[in-house]
């Protein structure tokens, strides 16, 4: 089975900068849409960015187009988001997700199969 681990949140302060990851235990780093997904308290999960493992563009929310990066790295097994330009709004749980089977068409929670327990994000 695939697991995800989160690491990387933290207290942040207002326009600062943090880096998260999403370590994926797997032999073979298969074919997946990996995703970022946050829920703020009170609030629904919503979807950050995804990004298909072998390649091809990735997709963002609007919240997190031009200050959100999604990345990945084959050799580690690993996923990143790396947020800049951070805002109290974007406080929340940060989840990592990954979608088996099917491609990577959007950032739609039922889509996704596979959750992280996920890493807290606190903008002040």
């Known amino acids: 089975d695939v697991q995800l681990v989160e690491s990387g949140g933290g207290p942040v302060q207002d326009g600062g900068s943090l880096k998260l990851s999403c370590a994926i235990s797997?032999?073979?780093?298969?074919?997946?849409?990996m995703a970022w997904f946050r829920q703020a308290p009170g609030e629904e999960r919503e979807g950050v960015a995804a990004?298909?493992?072998?390649?091809?563009?990735?997709l963002y929310a609007e919240s997190a187009a031009g200050r959100f990066e999604i990345s990945q790295d084959n050799v580690k097994n690993t996923v990143y988001l790396q947020m800049t330009s951070l805002k109290p709004e974007d406080t929340g749980m940060y989840y990592c997700?990954?979608?088996?089977?099917?491609?990577?068409?959007?950032?739609?929670?039922?889509?996704?199969?596979?959750w992280g327990q996920g890493t807290q994000v606190t903008v002040s």
């Open positions: 990004i298909y493992t072998t390649g091809g563009g990735a």
């Open positions: 797997r032999a073979t780093f298969s074919s997946y849409c």
């Open positions: 997700a990954a979608r088996i089977g099917g491609g990577c068409s959007g950032i739609q929670l039922p889509l996704f199969d596979v």
